[in-house]
């Protein structure tokens, strides 16, 4: 449960102050072919993750990363399509004078960024931070591949193992799922309100 | 001693003083002990049994150290596509035999024969059969440690409530037919020769299964038939009519008996994934050693167990489940990679680890008695 929960801290860290930062300067900065650039971007969207695992894995085992939870984590630190649109599609609806009147006053773009946007994100952040934990939360391929170690095991990964090739056991599998559900639900509910306002302002559905 | 005796002495001194240096340090990298990865997919009650062992053979070999790496069963294929695509295959893998010469057709694995040390004479202590899934080319590509086959299990107490006599080491596949159309029931305990049978409310199945895996060529080879159109089973052949006709008479035992199941595994006809025996959805049905342990565990269902069916030829033919240790062919260390092989593979860890836990039959002739209970041995079951 703690490296599951160590492994969903870091990926929602990664995944807002990244996706924010990626879909802040898509929304307010100007630079030619910011649209063949963005256009790019969510094309990213529609590849499928197994398509790109193995690489993804050569990679990695290259950098001599297997067996840690780098690749894991330090993917999502590199902006996800699906959240910059979403945080795009914010930061767009705010007042374009906010951060002209930044600008005035001195500051750079990433300074607007942190001091201005981001703290008037919190909805979107919200959003984004419980779709990120829960994604990593229920992630069973990559840790799959990658961890090998025992002590490493995340929730998903340590599941698996009642599921044997010829029979399950549903006697471990259910109450160890329950138990697993558990931090989900009460984030679920700690963080309900701010969870539905930010769906209201982004538009973002499952 | 005279100055210039001394200083023709020093270049000498030195030359042997950075020798020895450089001797020691050889020796001590000689002395180091090498780290091997072991990939094996278990489960956890197999776990519990397997590291202890492992801890005993990783102490009882300085010259190695095991780093231990488990997988899901489900999952296997998965993880080890990955680690074959990038090169790096665990130095030993515990392979399945259903898919070792997918790893071994595509040069993962390492000839045996090649293995600095390998002595031949220990795959006489083999089954015959058991070593075949790991063949290819006329080379042993793993040495097997279990090798459980199928047998007839069934649940007494619904042959009880049938008022059905038990099976017996004699029975046909007829036989299994005739009695799994009599246990089987519905919601309201009806059974399919009772009139008010309703096929889509049945809650046990007479037989835990039917035809649904390629791999199940010996439920076709039972009526005299074979769907393999060479020796190698590398091409199929359904049109032959002796298949058509075996396949039918799976196909008749879900349809018009409704004593078997078309989707045993996956949970969909009983509700719960997983064998339908185990899951006391089924009265009888083959199932591996592997359900020994597994029905202990859950102690809900009061079996036995019988030979496999005779098929038309007067025949018995079960499935072999078998799991084997290979070296990957690119492993840097195949001396203490087959030094630890040979240790997981030897009888005594054999019947330490699978056989006595009740887990799988060893694949070794002087080890496979081990997991038979004294208590309730069979008769003229060889060791007891």
């Not at chain 1, 690489?55 to 939870?69: A, D, I, K, M, N």
């Not at chain 1, 471990?172 to 989900?184: C, D, E, K």
């Not at chain 2, 009806?190 to 649904?212: E, K, M, Q």
């Not at chain 2, 033919?317 to 062919?329: E, G, H, M, V």
Request: charged fraction near 15%; charge should be negative.
């Amino acid at each position: 449960m703690l490296n599951t929960a160590l492994v969903a801290a870091l990926t929602v860290v990664g995944t807002v102050l990244s996706s924010s930062l990626v879909g802040y300067a898509f929304a307010t900065l100007a630079a030619r072919g910011k649209g063949v650039l963005f256009a790019l971007l969510l094309s990213t969207v529609m590849l499928p993750s197994a398509v790109t695992l193995l690489p993804t894995f050569v990679l990695f085992s290259r950098l001599g990363w297997v067996g840690t939870y780098l690749p894991l984590v330090v993917p999502h630190f590199f902006a996800n399509a699906f959240y910059v649109f979403l945080f795009r599609q914010f930061f767009r609806s705010l007042p374009r004078d906010l951060f002209d009147s930044a600008e005035l006053d001195g500051c750079s773009p990433l300074a607007a960024y942190w001091h201005v946007a981001l703290p008037l994100a919190r909805p979107a952040v919200a959003v984004v931070a419980v779709f990120a934990a829960v994604g990593a939360y229920n992630e069973f391929l990559e840790p799959l591949v990658y961890l090998t170690r025992e002590s490493t095991f995340t929730v998903s990964l340590g599941l698996a193992f009642f599921d044997g090739l010829y029979v399950s056991q549903p006697q471990y599998v259910i109450p160890v799922s329950l138990v697993a559900l558990l931090p989900v639900g009460l984030a679920f509910f700690l963080a309900q309100r701010a969870l539905q306002r930010g769906i209201v302002t982004t538009g973002g559905r499952w | 001693m005279p100055k210039a005796g001394s200083r023709r002495l020093a270049p000498f001194l030195v030359v042997l003083l950075g020798a020895h240096a450089a001797g020691t340090a050889l020796a001590q990298a000689a002395r180091e002990p090498v780290t091997l990865t072991l990939m094996v997919a278990m489960t956890p009650q197999e776990l519990a049994s397997f590291r202890p062992a492992l801890a005993a053979v990783d102490d009882a070999h300085p010259e190695f150290v095991v780093e231990l790496e488990p997988v899901p069963q489900g999952a296997f294929t998965e993880r080890a596509n990955a680690r074959l695509a990038a090169g790096t295959l665990p130095d030993v893998v515990r392979v399945e035999g259903l898919s070792a010469q997918a790893l071994i057709r595509r040069g993962a694995l390492l000839d045996l024969a090649a293995a600095p040390g390998f002595d031949a004479a220990v795959l006489d202590d083999y089954f015959p059969g058991v070593l075949e899934p790991f063949r290819w080319q006329g080379a042993t590509w793993a040495l097997p440690d279990t090798a459980s086959p199928d047998v007839l299990f069934y649940d007494k107490a619904a042959f009880d409530e049938a008022g059905l006599a038990y099976p017996t080491d004699d029975w046909t596949f007829e036989d299994m037919r005739q009695a799994a159309i009599r246990l089987t029931r519905d919601a309201n305990s009806n059974s399919p020769l009772d009139d008010g049978f309703d096929p889509d409310a049945v809650v046990r199945w007479g037989w835990n299964g039917s035809l649904t895996h390629f791999w199940q060529r010996h439920l076709v080879q039972a009526f005299g038939a074979d769907w393999c159109a060479d020796d190698e089973c590398t091409t199929f052949d359904v049109t032959d009519p002796d298949v058509v006709a075996a396949v039918r008479w799976w196909a008749d035992l879900v349809q018009v008996d409704h004593a078997g199941l078309h989707d045993p595994y996956s949970g969909g006809q009983t509700g719960v994934p997983g064998d339908p025996f185990l899951a006391g959805a089924a009265a009888m049905g083959y199932n591996g050693f592997f359900a020994v342990g597994q029905l202990n565990d859950l102690g809900a269902v009061d079996y036995d167990v019988a030979q496999p069916l005779l098929g038309v030829d007067g025949q018995r033919r079960t499935p072999l489940s078998t799991n084997a240790y290979a070296i990957a062919a690119t492993s840097p260390h195949p001396r203490e990679a087959l030094a630890l092989v040979t240790a997981l593979t030897a009888p005594a860890f054999l019947a330490e680890t699978w056989g006595r836990p009740g887990h799988a039959v060893p694949a070794r002739r002087s080890a496979a008695p081990s997991v038979v209970d004294p208590g309730r041995a069979p008769a003229g079951c060889p060791g007891t």
